[in-house]
């Protein structure tokens, strides 16, 4: 059978050859150029005389000014693709820039050796593939990574400087806390007491007076019961604020204190057990795990229908493990979540929020009739926190 490329002329082949989407070059040992195709002319300068012989005794760095993409410095001559062909290394490819007037032209050139019958290259065939729009897609998109990058710095500093500041809302609040608790132990509370006795040591008034309040024992005794319950409000209220316990004893004995005054109050059977000894630790890790007690007792008190609840807390090399159970009804954690989200309550995202600040990790169990269990872990402040703490 006769091959169909034995009826091809060969003076036909340079027609393909300008057919080609690239630009062709063949180059002898020295890299001069020997033949061009179509594409291959259109990427020389028009200053270039190709009719000249000069023209052919340039080689093609030199002619087409060849640049590095990156740096827009000129291309390095052992790294040239055509070179490594003279060279007789293996085919490679590489990605150049041209300078055509005000406008750079980007190009992937590869080049393959042809060998002669020593097994010498002689002869170096290029090709050069115009990727220019593929370079202007890169840099837009290099551009948009640059700027996504930027946005997301702002971002993270703006969610670091929100945490910093919503960490220092917490300890003035706590700070304000601490100071109203004394306020209302210290001044009012002494207040109340002193007129208790006063009214205790005041004679009583056997004289009516039209108009005037007879101080009876009946009215003393009513004023007397009137103070001791404002004095209890007070007490408990100086309590909610910041049990003094927390700042004098420690965690562990102020959860202690806490869960069986809740205990007597509310008639439910909740437990507190201190699984390792524990020491004085970082204050806002104690407020922190006390305030997600006192949230998740309260909340079982009024919401859980449970008869029983247990705290347990436990150190580790780490940081502190809290752990807060119950027998109710549970809850869809998930909607309550989305309640929350919605602004319609701020227990969950609140207690949420304090573990987060501290670095800590929180985990809220519950389903409708088992139950809840909040698992809550701070770590404790690595030495470079403690360092920065102590020098503020």
Sequence with gaps: MENSFSRIDPNDWPKFIDALPVAVFALNKRAFPIYLNR??????????????PLFYEQDLLDLLKVKTPES??????ERFPVFCALRGEKPSVDDIAIQQGNDTRYFQVSAVPIFADDEKPVFAVATFMDISA???????LKWRNLELESLFDQVSRGKEELRVLSKRLLTVQEEER??????????IGQALTILKIKLQTLPNSKVDVPGALTLSPENVQEMLRSIDDTLQQVRNLSVDLRPSVLDDLGLPAALRWYVDRQAQLSGIEI???SLSTIDRIASEIETACFRLVQEAITNIIRHSGASRA???????QTGIHLRIVDDGSGFDVSKAYEEARLGRSSGLLGMKERVH??????????NLGNGVQIQAFFPFPSPEENNKRTTK
């Design 310 to 316: 247990r705290v347990l807390l436990e150190r580790d």
């Design 134 to 140: 593929r370079k202007r897609i890169e840099t837009q």
């Design 271 to 273: 437990k507190f057990q």
């Design 357 to 366: 600040l501290l670095k800590g990790k929180i985990e809220i169990l519950g």
């Design 39 to 52: 594409k291959a002319f259109s990427l020389l300068s028009k200053s270039l005389d190709v009719n000249n």
């Design 178 to 187: 601490r100071h109203i608790s004394r306020e209302l132990h210290d001044e």
């Design 72 to 77: 827009n410095l000129p291309y390095p001559r």
